[in-house]
């Protein structure tokens, strides 16, 4: 990857070789390696218990009757809760925590009980013996459009407005529709339930020690999960504290407290003052820890013979659990991509009896570039022009919707450079022409793009130590992602000093207060906070400070924060190889550019970049959770059966940055790497697989079935 | 899970003896499927006997020009072995195609035949199941059927054997050398797995205590020229949608079939011998119209369920592909390297 960082937003003159824009290796690199880095489950304990979850087996309907007798019969087992013996939480109005309050049950795999013994394998075995008898109601575990029974949620996620319009879309279209040269462009697009499925499951440990609640949890946010608990138990947040130096991934899943961590806490109050240690399984997390909704976009385009948009719209159709909503804001990307004065978009959702949707990288933008970035490629074919020049006619001046610039935007660049690096000037634009042997090849491009999300309340503390060295605290989180490095050689940078004595403290609520690791926002509203921390220490201390010295300082607000719209921006290019017998993808090339701002780390910024861009490679042609909805069972939930992009399916990749100097997203002009990398990729397989085989597929993932039922229907011939 | 008494087994003779006193014993291999299956709860055995260590890790050459396989040879060891690589080519792909490095240096030749489906729902303890449960039924018939059986399916179950290493045996002839309490017998394996019927519990003819302690492989001097495509739905670290086996004996015309040998995987309960198929393509010249007759010869009773249609027109690709493939490979070498002699 080549970066280039500008040098202009350095917080403090450099006096010696800097920090931060350093190709630096990961500081827990070697204990990960070496087995030393603890994670959740792993943290040693003086005689700890076991406790095991049992999950509802039906999909709705009211527990009839427990049986419990064989399961505390089992050699042991220590005891068994249900909700007719767990205690009373003090705050359930989060219905996806207050498990064990009462009968109902709202999905298949919810928490009805739990097993507490002295062994895992105990504890395992028992609860298979716990027995609910139930009484089932009718339910409705599919989203079907056109049956289920849809409503307009007060606002998407994240805040973000529900419906938005400007000017008459549907006049747009029927002034396109009339005019011969023009395109009116109106497809339903659709993609999968998907699961986050970190490599570590998630798991707690709750330790009650009187009225103090220690938890260490696997989780993007000590402080998020801290708060959350408290109010569910009614304690003093001073009360609860949580644990959380390594992460084994996330990618949404641990970013809010999802039930078993109440069930820990829970299970540990029976046990007084042992630790409780909880890991899911694999198929535990299918219906625990929150997914991706399936999302139906129907994507509207109007443009004229030159490819400009006159009307833009993106009307999304989701689900959401019937107990807590998750509205994913999939039509958002559509407010910010292209120009055009004709717009519309719309959420919409369906209250289903299913387990509770949550946070997947890059909610929203992630299926949200799906179908609209294959409907551009759809529109450049039919008005024969190339897919990148449409798109960059369709360059955005000025935020379409609010009318704001851009604090910096850099689109364009993006699809220019990555057609230059990946040779796209020599494309021959007709599907289904070029074969070697058994494969027919194609290339397909589309944009990326992901907002600057700001989070206020992160604060980092600095102390001088006797050792020399800077102690610097924050409870932030590392996913993997490279916090343990990237905050330190920040703090290098701010305190003007050598990157060995940056002594970094993170995932631990003794810390000052950190926001969430998501929205791609952590390294910006920590480093800021860090920034200033190490401000305020100089302006105190001096360079010379004695030991013991101290300041502590808060993310600054951001002045330019309503001034400007701002996001960062990317372009992916892909080259597929189709099986012409079987319809088997390959890729052998992925190829991304990147607009986002300065890049901290060149290596940890790589991988977070082509993570990104495995994981929508992993959308585009493998990742679906399948509904069984006679049972509202997710049937395929272990990792046999839930395919993940394998090392096989990965072959060339790069992720390039463009240099990018943007002065207003923060002190540290960075946008965020984290999520942008999964957008867009999915739109560009889809089109790099309709260029190779003339097949258009309008739905992810692209499995062998959907291409070969195409091919069939007229084979390119051999050449 | 449930507790069990675990025995290391000192020979073939008493791990046998031993397994056939308990009804609720079971053999132990490398444990790649079974001890999944103790953690999820599909079954539950009391005692397991350990048969990993026993010396039945050997190939061996035969009289006749044809290879015994200990049960005990590793996926790993077997893939890579030169008289399979150079004499059995589609044996050495076949393995090579399953389950990961790992898995593949751990299981071992008797206990890939003895795998279970993967059907998920097999899986689920919570789902009704005839194949896990006798007589709860079957909730795959009219549920997600991607991975399924279009071939010798029942009413009772539609699972899939998940076994590449059996298709490419069952291709070659191969025959599986038991020993149970009453002693030594050979199936073949095209009898050794069973179709689902009303009994989808049993898999195999095995009975209770029957110790699998080889494979033979006959000699077929044509196998040379053989191949195997597994068609999956990601690059690695998947099981079959559909594979295809074959091995081919051609005219000194490099395209007339003088005999085929064709085994498909993925699309019924036991790796499925495609002897119509080969009879269909015998005497004709290797076309792609020939191949397509023969494989639409083949797949004529199939019943595809709601989600699995696709793997009738796969199948028939993908053998014509196969075939394709071998005719344009040319003339086999004579097999060569170190244990080349015959």
């Known amino acids: 990857m080549t970066t280039r960082t500008s040098e202009s937003r350095t917080p403090e003159p450099a006096a010696r070789p800097r920090a931060v824009g350093a190709d630096r290796e990961r500081a827990d690199a070697r204990d990960k390696v070496l087995g030393r880095a603890p994670y959740a489950f792993e943290h040693p304990m003086e005689r700890p218990c076991y406790a095991h979850a049992v999950l509802s087996s039906v999909p709705r309907g009211r527990i009839t009757a427990v049986d419990t007798e064989a399961a505390r019969q089992e050699e042991g087992v220590i005891t068994v809760l249900t909700y007719e013996n767990a205690e009373r939480l003090a705050s359930t109005d989060d219905a996806e925590l207050a498990i064990l309050q009462g009968p109902e049950v709202a999905f298949r795999g919810q928490i009805v009980g739990a097993v507490i013994a002295e062994t895992p394998e105990a504890a395992r075995e028992a609860a298979s013996l716990v027995r609910f008898t139930y009484a089932e109601e009718p339910h409705a575990s599919e989203l079907k459009p056109g049956e289920s029974e849809l409503y307009r949620p007060e606002t998407a996620n994240g805040g973000a407005g529900t419906d938005s319009e400007l000017g008459d879309l549907d006049a747009a279209m029927e002034a396109a529709r009339a005019d011969p040269g023009a395109v009116a462009l109106d497809e339903t697009y659709r993609t999968a339930m998907t699961h986050c499925n970190p490599m570590e499951p998630h798991a707690t440990i709750a330790v009650w020690q009187g009225d103090e609640l220690t938890l260490y949890d696997s989780s993007q946010s000590v402080h998020g999960h801290r708060d959350t608990l408290a109010e569910v138990f009614g304690l003093d947040r001073a009360r609860v504290h949580m644990i959380c130096p390594y992460v084994g991934g996330g990618f949404g899943s641990k970013g809010e407290p999802h039930a078993h961590s109440v069930l820990a806490a829970l299970a540990a109050r029976e046990v007084s003052g042992r630790p409780v240690k909880l890991a899911l399984t694999r198929q535990q997390m299918f219906t625990l820890v929150g997914y991706r909704t399936p999302t139906y976009q129907r994507v509207r385009l109007a443009a004229g013979a030159d490819g400009r948009l006159t009307g833009i719209g993106m009307d999304a159709v989701e689900q959401t659990s019937r107990i807590k909503e998750f509205a994913e804001q999939s039509a958002n990307p559509t407010r910010t991509m292209y120009a055009a004065p004709h717009r519309k978009t719309t959420h919409r959702l369906a209250a289903l009896d299913v387990p509770v949707p949550s946070w997947m990288r890059a909610p929203g933008e992630c299926p949200g570039m799906f179908g609209p970035e294959v409907a551009m490629d759809e529109l450049a074919e039919r008005l024969g022009l190339d897919p990148v020049e449409v798109r960059v006619r369709n360059d955005a001046p000025t935020d379409p919707e609010t009318g704001k610039p851009f604090s910096s935007r850099n689109l364009v660049a993006c699809l220019r450079e990555g057609a230059r690096r990946f040779g796209w000037q020599d494309r021959d634009p007709r599907p289904a022409v070029r074969r070697e042997g058994r494969w027919l090849i194609g290339t397909g491009v589309a944009s990326s793009a992901y907002p600057v999300n700001r989070q206020p309340g992160s604060v980092a503390a600095v102390q001088y130590r006797d050792d020399g060295r800077y102690r610097v605290g924050i409870g932030a989180a590392d996913l993997g992602t490279g916090a343990w490095t990237v905050l330190a050689q920040i703090a290098a940078d701010a305190l003007d000093v050598p990157l060995d004595q940056v002594d970094l403290r993170i995932g631990d609520t003794a810390l000052p207060k950190a926001t969430v690791a998501g929205g791609s926002s952590g390294t910006a509203m920590w480093g800021s906070a860090i920034v200033a921390a190490a401000r305020k220490f100089r302006e105190r201390h001096g360079h010379d400070p004695s030991p013991g010295d101290h300041a502590q300082a808060e993310t600054p607000a951001n002045p330019h924060a309503e001034r400007f719209a701002m996001h960062a921006f990317g372009a992916q290019f892909v080259e597929v190889r189709v099986d012409a017998d079987t319809g088997e993808v390959r890729v052998p090339r992925l190829l991304g550019v990147f607009a986002a701002g300065r890049i901290i780390n060149p290596r940890t910024a790589r991988s977070q970049l082509i993570g990104g861009m495995t994981m929508g490679l992993s959308m585009a042609l493998h990742e679906e959770t399948v509904t069984d909805p006679r049972y509202g069972l997710l049937v395929n939930h272990d990792l046999a059966n839930y395919h993940i992009t394998a090392n096989a399916d990965v072959h060339s990749i790069e992720a390039h940055s463009i240099d990018e100097d943007d002065p207003y997203v923060n002190p540290l002009g960075a946008k965020g790497i984290g999520e942008i990398g999964i957008t867009g990729t999915a739109a560009a397989v889809v089109n790099a697989v309709r260029h190779a085989t003339g097949v258009r597929v309008r739905e992810v993932p692209v499995t062998l079935d959907k291409v070969l039922e195409g091919l069939r229907n007229g084979p390119p011939s051999r050449q | ?342």
């Open chain 2, 1 to 342: 899970m449930k507790p069990f008494r675990y025995e290391r087994a000192a020979d073939a003779a008493g791990a046998v003896a031993t397994v056939a006193a308990h009804p609720g014993a079971a053999f132990l291999g490398a444990g790649t499927n079974l001890v999944d299956h103790l953690k999820l709860g599909i079954t539950s055995p009391d005692l397991l006997v350990d048969v990993s260590r026993l010396p039945m890790d050997q190939v061996e050459e035969r009289a006749d020009g044809g290879l015994r396989i200990g049960a005990n040879v590793r996926n790993a060891d077997l893939a890579a072995h030169p008289a399979v690589r150079t004499r059995y080519p589609v044996l050495s792909q076949a393995l090579l195609s399953g389950a990961s490095g790992q898995l593949r240096n751990l299981a071992t030749t008797g206990g890939n035949l003895l795998q279970r489906t993967r059907c998920a729902y097999f899986q689920d303890p919570s789902s009704p199941c005839n194949k896990r449960d006798p007589g709860s039924g079957c909730a795959a018939l009219e549920g997600w059927t991607r991975y399924h059986a279009v071939l010798g399916a029942s009413s009772h179950c539609v699972a899939v054997h998940p076994s590449d290493m059996a298709v490419a045996m069952t291709a070659l002839g191969a025959v599986v050398v038991t020993l149970g309490p009453d002693g030594e017998r050979r199936v073949p394996l095209t009898e050794f797995h069973r179709l689902p019927g009303d009994a989808p519990h049993r898999d195999t003819v095995l009975r209770h205590g029957e110790l699998i302690t080889g494979v033979e492989l006959p000699a077929l001097p044509f196998a040379t020229r053989s191949r195997y495509r597994k068609v999956r739905d990601r690059a690695s670290y998947a099981f079959a949608l559909v594979s295809v086996a074959v091995a081919l004996d051609l005219e000194d015309d490099g395209r007339t079939v003088r005999e085929a040998r064709i085994a498909l995987g993925g699309i019924a309960h036991k790796p499925w011998r495609a002897e119509r198929a080969e009879a269909a393509l015998r005497g004709l010249p290797a076309t792609e119209e020939s191949c397509r007759t023969a494989a639409e010869a083949e797949t004529a009773d199939a019943h595809p369920l709601r989600d699995n249609a696709f793997k009738v027109p796969l199948v028939h690709n993908t053998l014509v592909a196969v075939v394709r493939d071998l005719v344009g490979q040319g003339a086999p070498e004579a097999p060569g390297g170190l244990e080349g002699s015959r």
